[in-house]
């Protein structure tokens, strides 16, 4: 079992925030918005922001919410889909813990688009896969995985990783309307201690799914997705 109360709102809130934090890096990832859109006035970079934080939120919200019942469409089992979902959080936050200069290159690589045309590129490349990438989704689907077992929580739990969602997608709003001061304040180098430091906690998170679905496979009960 979680020890976090995921039952509760607040326990909900607290798993699910600091690993979508981790893994959506909003200060490492408003560096590359400010480099990626320079050449831009800085209204317009505000209102990408502005749009970029309501996409990044539709993503989110989407993935905690019906991720699980693609999957289980397929046949994937709750246990199944913990195990998986979190050796997917614990091997991505091992890249940011030991890689960051690996992964930010790659999510500068995914950016670039933006700065060769001139039309709204908010969404693609933006939005995704600078902001809220493949990897996100996993761990948001993951974080899903750790739904309580009795339908009575459920909308607790529901309730407590969207307002995860919702923060996540107002810091990404405030770092990437301000990345210019974000970009004088920080830079790289202090983004990247500030990215291990998180890195940290997601796979802190990773291994506790990972956890509770080998204790629902050792108790015996293959639980469907609900």
Request: overall charge neutral.
């Amino acid at each position: 079992m979680s020890p976090l109360p995921v039952e509760s709102v607040i326990g909900a809130f607290l798993l699910a925030f600091p690993a979508l934090f981790s893994i959506v890096n909003p200060i490492g990832s408003a560096l590359i918005f400010h480099q990626v859109t320079s050449g831009r006035s800085r209204e317009e970079r505000r209102r990408m922001a502005t749009r970029i934080a309501f996409y990044a939120l539709i993503v989110l919200l989407a993935s905690l919410w019906f991720g699980g019942y693609v999957l289980n469409f397929f046949g994937v089992g709750l246990n199944a889909l913990r195990i998986a979902g979190g050796l997917v959080v614990a091997f991505t936050a091992w890249g940011l813990l030991m890689q960051p200069e690996a992964h930010e290159a790659r999510k500068t690589s995914a950016a670039e688009p933006a700065q060769e045309v001139d039309e709204d590129v908010s969404f693609f490349p933006l939005t995704m896969p600078l902001t809220t990438g493949p990897g996100t989704i996993s761990v948001a689907i993951a974080l899903a995985s750790q739904r309580p077992a009795s339908d009575g929580h459920l909308i607790s739990f529901f309730s407590g990783v969207s307002l995860a969602a919702i923060g996540i997608a107002m810091i990404v709003w405030v770092f990437y309307h301000w990345s210019d001061a974000v970009t004088d304040l920080l830079g790289p180098v202090q983004a990247r201690v500030v990215s291990r430091l998180i890195a940290f906690l997601l796979l802190c998170v990773g291994v506790q799914i990972i956890v509770t679905g080998v204790v629902g496979v050792a108790h015996g009960a293959e639980l469907p997705l609900r």
